[in-house]
């Protein structure tokens, strides 16, 4: 009798999840890239990784600087006195041609200092485009599951009503034979109002689900399949300790945490150069006839032309500032402290993270078990409830109950395996993982 429960059990959880052909199917991975791509922070985290990766050619463009210019014009010019002879007017073309470079000798480390932050920079904006992407990710999961257990939620509310029809027949067959009160038929009756009631609130839910979903994939989702299981299987278990330590491997905001912090060094020692003198070499060569000579005709333009080279050694110190690079010294040292403190918070807060996600996935997959559980106990119940009233010995109003308690114990078992999932998740979004899921998933499909 049990194995035929299970059987049971079985067949009626995979008529839920039957395919509908007729409706679009949307895989996990599939909703994760279309989330993506209407995510606006992630967008915005990758142009922000643009302009940091520019700004480090900027910064490396620091140690040597050239460039030139080209000036070209036409002067007019009058030659002659007043009432003392002809006016000579002059119409002179004018060129003017400038090639400049600067080395800087000795900075005393800002050059390099300033290339290094643009790379830390950068590596923070990449680490804040992972962030950006984690939470992306889960939001889309999150309201993809939810739709999941909306779908299977309604699916079990149907079959109440079904089930209750069923019993209405079944009462009214009984009354034409005199084996049945006429509060049995109104108790059939009330049983098929409230699984109604159930279908309309569960169709209620599921069409918020799909607004939820449609606004984080950027388009309109009404009929859809979702072509992905609930937990099936138990997985292996992951030991805390390994979970920890790839948490403060891969997580987004440790890693921003510790880049902020070697930033904030750098920054310290970009103040203390302030205090070192800077050399700079500078050369220039300019070419061209600026400054205009009136006694050259325009026939002897070309003669006109010079050219003219300088170069220099520019030594520059601040000096008699009355303190401000060691206030400034003294800020970045605070500044630098302070990133220290909110490293060790943030590492802590790591840890405490991963423990409560794996904490919950545990205790989701307790949940699973159970609750799989209860529904074969609901099931088992119900059929023999109904076995008693088509016999004559059982009360209808036995039989509602016992519909109940199987719907009841479906949506735990539903809720349960659709927790699991979102706690599987949020596990890996707690070890900073979920974005190389998915570039995994996405590379596998490709």
């Not at 699916?155 to 009984?174: C, E, H, I, M």
């Amino acid at each position: 009798m049990l194995i035929r429960l299970l059987v049971l059990g079985s067949l009626l959880w995979q008529a839920i999840n039957l395919p509908a052909w007729a409706l679009e199917t949307l895989s996990l991975r599939e909703a994760w890239g279309a989330g993506l791509e209407h995510d606006v922070n992630f967008r915005n985290a990758q142009a922000a990784l643009l302009r940091a990766r520019i700004g480090i050619d900027q910064a490396r463009g620091e140690q040597f600087q050239y460039g030139g210019d080209l000036n070209v014009g036409n002067r007019y010019g009058v030659m002659g006195l007043l009432g003392a002879g002809p006016i000579t007017a002059m119409n002179s073309p004018l060129a003017n041609a400038t090639v400049m470079a600067r080395w800087p000798i000795f900075t005393g480390g800002k050059v390099e200092q300033g290339i290094a932050q643009a790379e830390t920079q950068s590596l923070i904006q990449a680490a804040r485009v992972a962030q950006t992407r984690e939470n992306a990710l889960y939001s889309v999961a999150e309201a993809y599951w939810d739709l999941k257990r909306a779908q299977l939620r309604l699916d079990t509310q149907k079959l109440a009503l079904l089930d209750a029809r069923s019993q209405l027949n079944l009462v009214g067959s009984r009354m034409r034979t005199g084996r049945a009160e006429a509060h049995d038929l109104s108790q059939a009756e009330i049983g098929i109002a409230n699984a109604e009631d159930g279908v309309i609130q569960g169709e209620a839910e599921l069409k918020t689900a799909y607004l939820k979903l449609s606004r984080l994939l950027g388009r309109e989702v009404t009929d859809l399949r979702l072509d992905e299981p609930t937990v099936t299987e138990k997985e292996a278990e992951t030991a805390l300790d390994t979970c920890v330590a790839v948490a403060l491997q891969h997580r987004p905001e440790l890693q921003i945490s510790r880049l902020q912090l070697t930033q904030c060094g750098l920054q310290v020692q970009l103040a203390r150069a302030e205090k070192t003198p800077q050399v700079d070499l500078i050369s220039a060569y300019q070419h061209g006839n600026n400054p205009f000579i009136a006694t050259v005709s325009n026939r002897d333009l070309l003669n006109a032309f010079t050219g003219v080279w300088d170069a220099r050694l520019n030594i520059s110190l601040r000096a008699f500032d009355h303190g401000v690079i060691d206030r400034q010294i003294q800020v970045r040292e605070n500044e630098l402290a302070a990133e220290q403190t909110a490293a060790s918070l943030t590492e802590n807060q790591v840890r405490i993270d991963v423990k409560r996600a794996w904490e919950s996935l545990v205790q989701a997959r307790r949940r699973v078990v159970v609750t799989r559980h209860g529904e074969v106990l609901a099931l088992r119940y119900h059929q023999q409830i109904q076995a008693r009233y088509r016999l004559g010995f059982g009360l209808a109003y036995l039989v509602d109950e016992a519909r109940n308690r199987v719907a009841s114990a479906r949506n735990r078992a539903i809720d349960a395996a659709i927790d699991a999932e979102l706690a599987r998740l949020a596990l890996l979004v707690a070890q900073g993982r979920l974005g190389l899921t998915w570039a995994k998933l996405t590379e596998g499909a490709s």
